[in-house]
């Protein structure tokens, strides 16, 4: 049998040794009973303490965060009239560890999408793929457009044909048969990107 490793279970192997040694002591005379009790009784006292301790602490931590509370609430408050007195001049603020509001940086245009491609293509269906740029301002959106070759080898001009979210789309019921070409412009309030790389597709 091995011996248990577990706080639970030592106690409870430890109740069954005292409980097994008190109705048959006579079996075991090498054993004396008194240093099990004792340990256990120990064991179980401090075990009482320390959850009593553990209740204190958690007491404590809600009575520290409440406290916590109360102290941001009023720095908030006296911020807010410390604006007011300071407003004609902020730079008075650093008097009291604050500083004046950062003035607003403008949202600029996003960048151009990177690795535009098709990564699936089907009759009438095509699923693109693309990555941020990483200058510029963030996108809000991506439009997707196309353009259709006709007979004479000429280009229509570029239509939108959705607006997505994600980098990713899928189109369907394309036209088919025909030379097409796609490409992204990301788009935000600020203005639109250059179009990315031109993908060309028969479906």
């Excluded at 011996?3 to 430890?14: A, H, M, R």
Aim: aromatic share 6%.
């Amino acid at each position: 049998m091995k011996f248990p490793g577990d706080e639970s279970n030592i106690v409870v192997l430890s109740n069954k040794m005292i409980s097994g040694l008190a109705s048959h002591g006579t079996d075991f005379p090498s054993i004396d009973p008194l240093p099990l009790s004792t340990a256990q009784s120990e064991y179980l006292a401090a075990s009482t303490a320390m959850e009593s301790a553990k209740a204190a602490y958690r007491a404590a931590v809600t009575a520290k965060n409440a406290k916590l509370g109360t102290l941001k609430s009023i720095m908030k408050d006296d911020i807010k009239l410390a604006d007011v007195d300071c407003a004609g001049d902020p730079d008075k603020l650093y008097e009291i560890g604050w500083a004046p509001k950062s003035p607003a940086v403008p949202l600029a245009a996003p960048g151009q999408v990177e690795d535009f491609i098709a990564v699936t293509q089907g009759p009438g269906d095509i699923t693109f793929k693309w990555t941020k740029a990483v200058t510029g301002g963030k996108a809000s959106n991506f439009i997707v457009q196309r353009r259709n070759e006709d007979s004479t080898g000429v280009f229509s001009s570029w239509v939108q044909i959705c607006t997505c979210f994600e980098t990713s789309c899928q189109l369907n019921e394309q036209p088919r048969g025909s030379q097409l070409e796609y490409r992204i412009i990301a788009t935000n309030p600020a203005g639109d990107a250059l179009p990315s790389n031109t993908v060309s597709a028969v479906l």
